[in-house]
Antibody
Framework: EVQVVESGGGLVQPGGSLRLSCAAS????????MHWVRQAPGKGLVWVSR????????TYADSVKGRFTVSRDNAKSTVYLQLNSLRVDDTAVYYC??????????WGQGTLVTVSS | QPVLTQSSSASASLGSSVRLTCTLS???????IAWHQQQPGKAPRYLMK???????KKGSGLPERFSGSSSGPDRYLTISHVQSEDEADYYC?????????FGGGTKLTVL
């Protein structure tokens, strides 16, 4: 079964850090771009970051640039999102998405990050 | 960067057809888009990628009653024979070398 599974979410204080993981299975991970997308409570989808197949190209939304870092380990079929200097408005469900050319995108079930004091 | 515009809401009666619209910003009318569905309380689900020239790739198991079409900068998602489980938020997405962008989403209500 083709799937991606996120983990690592939780409650963190403003200014804190968190690392999210996304484990892929059922497809050749190293052939796929990987994205992180978030959704604040009651709001729409917002793209956060992406990394190319070998991890050499990373891109970020302006709202997280300089605070979040995406990386991947193809040997473990896992992509990571390091969240630093967290703010209250970073509170959201974070989704991992696998993407390759014309192939269907694969969404995970999401992991909730809550930033609150 | 591209911008995607979607109506905030739409409605359709059971068994009818509905067409949802996603409009690409000026200068981006040839872009490929993807459609995603998010049922209440669930994660988004990929529906299809669509290039505006008739080329598309549907997700696995997507019913035939979901189809895509286009006219200029407008990308359409048409749902035929609307069913109760089609009540959901529908998002379009596009991308370029610098970014990915989602539309604001359309909330489809099934009457």
């Amino acid at each position: 079964e083709v799937q991606v599974v996120e983990s690592g979410g939780g409650l963190v204080q403003p200014g804190g850090s968190l690392r999210l993981s996304c484990a892929a299975s059922g497809f050749t991970f190293s052939n796929y771009w990987m994205h992180w997308v978030r959704q604040a409570p009651g709001k729409g989808l917002v793209w956060v970051s992406r990394v190319n197949e070998d991890g050499t190209i990373t891109t970020y939304a302006d709202s997280v640039k300089g605070r979040f870092t995406v990386s991947r380990d193809n040997a473990k079929s896992t992509v990571y999102l390091q969240l630093n200097s967290l703010r209250v408005d970073d509170t959201a469900v974070y989704y991992c998405v696998a993407d390759r050319g014309w192939e269907p995108k694969v969404w995970g079930q999401g992991t909730l990050v809550t930033v609150s004091s | 960067q591209p911008v995607l515009t979607q109506s905030s809401s739409a409605s359709a009666s059971l068994g009818s057809s509905v067409r949802l619209t996603c409009t690409l910003s000026s200068g981006h009318s040839s872009y490929i888009i993807a459609w995603h569905q998010q049922q209440p309380g669930k994660a988004p689900r990929y529906l299809m990628k669509f290039d505006g020239s008739g080329g598309y790739k549907k997700g696995s198991g997507l019913p035939e009653r979901f189809s895509g079409s286009s006219s200029g900068p407008d990308r359409y998602l048409t749902i035929s024979h609307v069913q109760s489980e089609d009540e959901a938020d529908y998002y379009c997405e596009t991308w370029d070398t610098k970014t990915q962008v989602f539309g604001g989403g359309t909330k489809l209500t099934v009457l």
